[in-house]
């Protein structure tokens, strides 16, 4: 053992051999440096650490051959050899200081104090403050040592607060001297770990903080950087790369608890970042509570012609009118800014604005922009909104009648979708669409398809309402060849003769004659129907119009047709004499086929109807096999008390009531029960 070393377990007297050891270069060296954990001078000059298991948990350290004494200080190993004393770290086994120290005899811990010894003089050795150490490591940018160093401080004997203070600020450091580096992720991990008071980093950037803020840096200062400038010198990419750090920082906390009482600092920071950089960001953020200081924001958002974000956050602090001037200047192309929608956000926002007054100063604006769209401003309102004088629909419209396109859609909005059911709106809707459709004939250039659509919503309105004045509008249709309006108009008037001869003999079409009876005869008996497509025939019919002869084919057309209805007696009394059998074959067998198979429905209806009253008076029968005597003894099974006369309930499980007590004629009041409803 004289060469080597061992591990010896007193409980136990188990001998563990180690390694062994230089005896002729070297002296053997065994200093503890934890529980269960010794330091001891191995081979090839090394260090080895080696606990109580014989095993080795940390890298060696690189030291003398010629080392004589060790002394352990955490968490420095400091060894003596013939000309130096050097100073090693337990935490990176990295070598940290070198002092020249010949003729050294022994090195000492006693009482927790470092002595050196030569042949004529004891020196102590007294380790710099922990802080101090820290200080000139992060001088030297080493971080990493830094912290680490930091973080293992408790063990040099701070109390918990002075540690946790201490650890506070150099992480606040490190994250600085990160920073510089352009390190920004861990720079803001250090920052955030360190619980960084984040005007800190605002300050760094000129004009940032709100005027009104109180902030001054700490002191001692955690930096030496006057500002951003000296950092990025003058590299305008590195400055965007910290700018959009210290954005990315500011939305991290916003909202946490590191930005208590600092949110108008954050949020005016954001805001003045945004407004350089991203107007997709600073629009969400005006848009939402904030906590801005609005004259610093107001100031930063002109300046950077940012208007629709001033205008956005003068409406979200109440400021309408401000907010609406803005928007009608940018609509008016007198500001430009690419972030604004276009004016049908302004009509949004009017739609659903509700300072009345402010919103009618600016209907005329809107309308002279785009009538129809601008309707959207009366039309699409809030549905909670409470009804209001000022924008009762009879002062709407008189306000639009000098806008045309706006007017029909406001009325089409009455009519259509709130179907309001009053005769002025109706009948003004229906004038309008004749004035336009009238209008577009006059005009030679008009495209024909603008005069189809413009006479198919006349026909849809004159068709589906029942609430215009008939009267007013035919008399201007009639003194036009609107012939088909005239039919539709002359219909509702239940002048039926007179619309179907304009469909027959002005329009020629006798499919629309056809869909005419049909149509008009829905909702209505079977009578009323009978009568329209039989006036309809008479109408092909008619020898006063000259064209009996050429009508045959669409009066026989009819006759067959399955959606056709006819008093068959009258149809028969009304065909012409000169008619052929072959010419009315199908209509004959179709109305012989029809009564037989009426007839015949009513016979089997008869029959089912005899049945029913044969089963009803079997079942009589039968009840009266059982008689029911009710004496004076006999009480009701509900209320206990006796028949005062011959009415009672009896209900099939034999339970008999009073009439009054018997509330369902379905369910046993005494058991429960539930009997079937349904008849035998």
């Known amino acids: 053992m004289a060469t080597e070393y061992c591990l010896v377990d007193t409980d136990t007297l188990q001998v563990t051999d180690l390694f062994p050891y230089e005896h002729e270069t070297s002296i053997p060296v065994v200093k503890r440096v934890g529980k269960e954990e010794f330091l001891l001078s191995g081979p090839g000059a090394l260090g080895m650490f080696v606990t109580s298991a014989g095993m080795s948990q940390r890298p060696p350290l690189k030291w003398s051959e010629s ?62 403050p922990v802080e101090k150490q820290i200080t000139a490591l992060l001088a030297d940018k080493r971080v990493e040592e830094a912290l680490t160093l930091a973080k293992n401080a408790r063990k040099t004997g701070l109390s918990k607060e002075m540690f946790r203070r201490m650890y506070i600020r150099i992480q606040q450091q490190a994250g600085f001297i990160k920073l510089a580096q352009y390190e920004f992720e861990e720079a803001s991990q250090l920052f955030k770990d360190g619980k960084l008071d984040i005007r800190e980093l605002i300050s760094l950037f000129p004009n940032l903080l709100p005027s009104s803020t109180k902030f001054s840096r700490a002191q001692p200062p955690l930096h030496d950087f006057a500002d951003i400038r000296q950092i990025v ?5 590195r400055l965007n790369e910290c700018k959009r750090f210290l954005i990315g920082m500011l939305e991290d906390i916003r909202g946490s608890s590191l930005a ?10 954001l805001l003045k970042l945004y407004a350089e950089c991203d107007l997709i960001k600073l629009q969400k953020l005006v848009s939402t509570e904030n906590a801005c200081k609005l004259e610093d924001s107001f100031k930063i958002l002109e300046k950077n012609d940012c208007h629709h974000a001033l205008a956005t956050l003068s409406r979200l602090h109440g400021d309408n009118e401000s907010a609406l001037q803005i928007w009608v200047k940018l609509s008016d192309g007198v500001l430009q800014d690419d972030s604004f929608p276009g004016f049908e956000f302004v009509f949004n926002f009017l739609s659903v604005l509700s300072e009345h007054d402010l919103l009618w100063r600016h209907i005329d604006w809107a309308l002279r922009k785009d009538q129809e769209k601008a309707v959207m401003i009366f039309t699409e309102r809030p549905a909670t909104e409470t009804s209001s004088e000022r ?12 806008y045309p396109k706006a007017i029909i859609r406001y009325l089409e909005f009455l009519v259509f979708t709130k179907k309001l059911e009053k005769e002025k709106y109706h009948t003004h809707l229906a004038v309008l669409y004749l004035d336009a459709v009238l209008q577009l004939r006059k005009e030679s250039q008009s495209e024909k398809t603008q005069q189809d659509l413009a006479r198919s919503k006349l026909r849809h309105m004159l068709q589906t309402s029942n609430l215009y004045r008939v009267q007013l509008i035919l008399g201007k249709v009639k003194e036009t060849d609107m012939y088909a309006e ?23 079409d006798y499919g629309a004659a056809e869909n005419y009876c049909h149509v008009n005869s829905l909702g209505r008996d079977k009578t009323y129907r009978r009568r329209l497509f039989q006036i309809l025939l008479g109408v092909y019919l008619d020898p006063l119009e000259g064209k009996q002869d050429s009508l045959i084919a669409p009066a026989i057309t009819l006759l067959n047709s399955d959606i056709a209805d006819f008093d ?28 037989m198979h009426s007839c015949r429905t009513t016979k089997v209806q008869r029959m089912l109807a005899r049945g029913e009253n044969l089963n009803l008076k079997s079942v009589l029968c039968a009840e009266n096999k059982h008689p029911i005597f009710v004496g004076d003894d006999r009480v009701c099974k509900v209320c206990n008390q006796a028949f005062v006369d011959a009415s009672f309930v009896r209900y099939p499980n034999g339970t008999i009531t009073h009439v009054h007590c018997a509330r369902n004629r379905s369910v046993c009041p005494v058991t429960g029960k539930l009997f079937s409803t349904k008849k035998s």
């Open 568 to 595: 068959n007696i009258r149809v028969l009394q009304i065909i012409p004499d000169s008619w052929s059998v072959g010419l009315v074959t199908k209509f004959l067998t179709h109305t012989l086929r029809h009564n």
């Open 67 to 128: 080392v004589c004494g060790v002394c352990y200080a955490f968490p420095y190993i400091v060894a003596l050899d013939e000309e130096f004393l050097t100073v090693h770290s337990v935490l990176d086994q990295q070598q940290k200081q070198t002092i020249p120290f010949s003729g050294g005899k022994i090195l000492g811990d006693y009482d927790g104090k470092l002595y050196i010894a030569s042949n004529k003089e004891v020196y102590s050795l007294v380790p710099l």
């Open 233 to 237: 010198r003058s590299d305008k990419a």
């Open 486 to 508: 005239c039919a539709i108009l002359y219909g509702k008037l239940e002048e039926h003769d007179k619309a179907l001869r304009i469909l027959v003999y002005k329009l020629q």
């Open 260 to 269: 208590i009482d600092m949110k108008e600092d954050v949020d005016t920071t």
């Open 391 to 402: 924008l009762r629909p009879d002062d709407v419209i008189a306000f639009l009648s000098s």
